[in-house]
């Protein structure tokens, strides 16, 4: 795969892709981002990977630098030059270049800039063995439904959950279970899958939602509600989902089994039906 990015109406070499360093993006993490899995050169779920974005710039105010119809015909160049069958598009848009003030400026242009990498799925290990998890308060601000490029409270999350032998942190505020660092998180119990709600707690995945639609489709029973801290502790299985991490069981939290310790049933059942709907849609589009 070619190292192609895009900034500002420009495709370069990404190693030649520059921004100034008052950019707001470095300077204040003044941006938003998505992340878009592409599998067989085609990109998943677009249009809710753009309605999302849409919806973060209006959360930080900024007006979207692109209509969707662009974006959609720059993402798709972006991974032909690229070319690589399974990528994983990054795109940010920052709030643009300005002398340093936290005050928006009158007059910036917004950065769009986009890059793709190999899209790495998990290993066929991993997913027959699970994934360890860690809890942690989750201190993060109060905005968490805004896809914001400031991570730091992520950073440091899941930088904790790696210091300690695990792969994620699941993470509760105020006694409830909101998601990982860097994915959401779902609980089985009883046959019945638990999700938290889609609120200023959470990211809103696009990935959960498949996961909700495909638990339909299969005739696994729901709820989306408030998770205390003990029905995560006693879950029979532990999910995460996210575009780079599909839907992944959580076997081991703060170093005890979860269940049986191994992927559950249910895990499997969606894990399938996630494998083949990708398929299906792939196909659809060809
Ligand atoms: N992360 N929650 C958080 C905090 C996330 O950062 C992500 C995704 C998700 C899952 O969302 P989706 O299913 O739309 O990928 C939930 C991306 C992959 C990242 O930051 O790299």
Known sequence: MSDIAYLNGEFLPLDQARVSVLDRGFIFGDGVYEVIPVYSRRPFRLPEHLARLRRSLNAIRLANPLADAEWTRLIHDLIARNGGEDQSIYLQVTRGVAKRDHAFPADAKPTVFMMASPLVAPSRELIEKGASAITATDFRWLRCDVKATSLLANCLLRQHALDAGADEVVMFRDGSLTEGSASNVFVVKRGVLLAPPKNQLV???I??????????AKNVPSEVRKIPEDEVR???ELWLSSSSKEVLAITTLDGRPVGSGRPGAVFKLIHQAFQDF???VMRQAA
């Not at 959960?208 to 339909?216: C, Q």
């Open 234 to 236: 006693n879950a029979d």
């Open 203 to 205: 990211l809103p995945g």
């Open 278 to 280: 990708k398929r299906k």
């Open 207 to 216: 990935t959960y939602d498949v996961v909700l639609e495909l638990a339909a």
